[in-house]
């Protein structure tokens, strides 16, 4: 009976001990992602690359940002492991999708060389944007970059200048050299404009021509379907053959933000024309029944030349004959909208110059019409004006 109990008593020292060592385990504090991601950064300073590896791959695989930024950029450069572009592209993504910016920045640079993925310059300018928009002054230059060159984006150099700017402000080394040299440039194409002289206000910005007598400019063109997207993103023509031809579908109201933007751009203030000013620059010191000559076909395009009302369309600007003052397509290719009123109680807003879509009755000097501000027509565009200076 002794014995029993002796043996018992043994059973549950073991057992309580056992259960001791039990408690241990379960009570030891377990390391949390933001220390596995301080030692492995640790690691990765003082080079221990095996070691920030290990504490990097646990950190990032319970979904910590930074570490699988890090982690990608270990993969990148063959830090401790195999150099393996599309893994780093793998942790790079993982962490731009969770918002964290250098990751973003990383996958532009990714995407816009080819490395670790097929190269696509408009997903590398997607990724940079997410990142310039958090304030990222080294994606914020590299979206100037993508501007300048027209990658991914139309080019545009005052868009191009806006990004260094931004990227210079916050001490960007790179965006300060940027912005300098394409200020530069800028300034040098907005100098002095003489009357009837033809001067842009920005390398991409639409050409205008200065008024001889008045003190305002005209566009020599009407505004095409790439300069609208050089300053929209976007254009209304869903996959347009030729972008020199003048931009349609566009409201009055959708105008006004175009022209917001473009003065935003360029510091000048353009507007739409008034219909005094369009009809004075229309004839071109000349008094004839179109816009530039007597001779439709000459000036214009209108249903009898562009294949008719309901086949025809718009027609590449400046084909046809220009007038006295270097304006092109006054008369015909897309009515233009104006600034004026179009009735006495403005509810329209006036056109002029008539389209492809009309007889050429309707593309004369002399006729005008008007279209409610929210109208969207395949014939209707137009024009730019700015007041000078």
Same mark, same amino acid.
């Given at each position: 009976?002794?014995?029993?109990?002796?043996?018992?008593?043994?059973?549950?020292?073991?057992?309580?001990?056992?259960?001791?060592?039990?408690?241990?385990?379960?009570?030891?504090?377990?390391?949390?992602?933001?220390?596995?991601?301080?030692?492995?950064?640790?690691?990765?300073?003082?080079?221990?690359?095996?070691?920030?590896?290990?504490?990097?791959?646990?950190? /990032?695989?319970? $979904? &910590? *940002?930074?570490? @699988? =930024?890090?982690? %990608?950029? !270990?993969?990148?450069? +063959? #830090?401790?492991?195999?150099?393996?572009?599309?893994?780093?592209?793998?942790?790079?993504?993982?962490?731009?999708?969770?918002?964290?910016?250098?990751?973003?920045?990383?996958?532009?640079?990714?995407?816009?060389?080819?490395?670790?993925?097929?190269?696509?310059?408009?997903?590398?300018?997607?990724?940079?944007?997410?990142? /310039?928009?958090? $304030? &990222? *002054?080294?994606? @914020? =230059?590299?979206? %100037?970059? !993508?501007?300048?060159? +027209? #990658?991914?984006?139309?080019?545009?150099?005052?868009?191009?200048?806006?990004?260094?700017?931004?990227?210079?402000?916050?001490?960007?080394?790179?965006?300060?050299?940027?912005?300098?040299?394409?200020?530069?440039?800028?300034?040098?194409?907005?100098?002095?404009?003489?009357?009837?002289?033809?001067?842009?206000?920005?390398?991409?910005?639409?050409?205008?021509?200065?008024?001889?007598?008045?003190?305002?400019?005209?566009?020599?063109?009407?505004?095409?379907?790439?300069?609208?997207?050089?300053?929209?993103?976007?254009?209304?023509?869903?996959?347009?053959?030729?972008?020199?031809?003048?931009?349609?579908?566009?409201?009055?109201?959708?105008?006004?933000?175009?022209?917001?933007?473009?003065?935003?751009?360029?510091?000048?203030?353009?507007?739409?024309?008034?219909?005094?000013?369009?009809?004075?620059?229309?004839?071109?010191?000349?008094?004839?029944?179109?816009?530039?000559?007597?001779?439709?076909?000459?000036?214009?395009?209108?249903?009898?030349?562009?294949?008719?009302?309901?086949?025809?369309?718009?027609?590449?600007?400046?084909?046809?004959?220009?007038?006295?003052?270097?304006?092109?397509?006054?008369?015909?290719?897309?009515?233009?909208?104006?600034?004026?009123?179009?009735?006495?109680?403005c509810t329209k807003?006036?056109?002029?110059?008539g389209s492809w879509?009309?007889?050429?009755?309707?593309?004369?000097?002399?006729?005008?019409?008007?279209?409610?501000?929210?109208?969207?027509?395949?014939?209707?565009?137009?024009?730019?004006?700015?007041t000078m200076p």
């Amino acid at each position: 009976m002794k014995l029993k109990i002796l043996l018992f008593s043994c059973m549950l020292v073991s057992v309580s001990a056992f259960a001791g060592e039990a408690d241990s385990l379960v009570a030891a504090p377990a390391v949390s992602a933001v220390e596995m991601y301080n030692r492995g950064t640790a690691a990765l300073s003082d080079k221990q690359y095996a070691e920030a590896l290990e504490w990097l791959s646990r950190a /990032a695989g319970q $979904g &910590h *940002a930074m570490a @699988q =930024n890090n982690l %990608g950029g !270990m993969y990148a450069n +063959g #830090l401790g492991v195999a150099k393996n572009e599309a893994e780093a592209v793998k942790w790079y993504r993982k962490a731009a999708e969770q918002g964290h910016a250098t990751a973003q920045n990383n996958m532009g640079t990714m995407y816009e060389r080819g490395t670790g993925v097929a190269k696509d310059v408009a997903e590398a300018v997607k990724w940079y944007r997410k990142a /310039a928009e958090q $304030g &990222h *002054a080294t994606a @914020q =230059n590299n979206m %100037g970059t !993508m501007y300048e060159r +027209g #990658l991914g984006v139309a080019k545009s150099d005052t868009e191009a200048a806006d990004w260094y700017r931004k990227a210079a402000e916050q001490g960007n080394e790179n965006g300060e050299k940027n912005f300098e040299r394409i200020s530069a440039s800028i300034l040098a194409a907005s100098r002095f404009v003489g009357k009837g002289e033809i001067f842009r206000d920005c390398p991409d910005c639409p050409e205008l021509i200065a008024i001889p007598g008045k003190d305002y400019a005209l566009g020599k063109y009407e505004v095409t379907l790439a300069e609208w997207e050089a300053v929209m993103g976007s254009n209304p023509a869903p996959s347009p053959e030729d972008k020199n031809r003048p931009v349609n579908d566009v409201s009055w109201n959708d105008v006004q933000e175009y022209l917001k933007r473009l003065s935003r751009k360029t510091g000048k203030s353009y507007r739409l024309p008034r219909e005094e000013e369009w009809e004075f620059a229309c004839l071109g010191g000349n008094q004839t029944d179109y816009c530039g000559g007597d001779d439709p076909d000459a000036v214009g395009w209108y249903s009898d030349n562009s294949g008719g009302f309901y086949s025809g369309q718009a027609h590449p600007v400046g084909r046809k004959q220009a007038n006295g003052y270097g304006l092109y397509d006054m008369s015909g290719n897309v009515e233009e909208w104006m600034e004026d009123c179009g009735d006495a109680s403005c509810t329209k807003r006036a056109v002029r110059g008539g389209s492809w879509f009309d007889g050429q009755l309707f593309i004369r000097a002399d006729k005008r019409s008007g279209l409610p501000a929210s109208k969207r027509s395949t014939h209707t565009g137009f024009r730019l004006a700015r007041t000078m200076p």
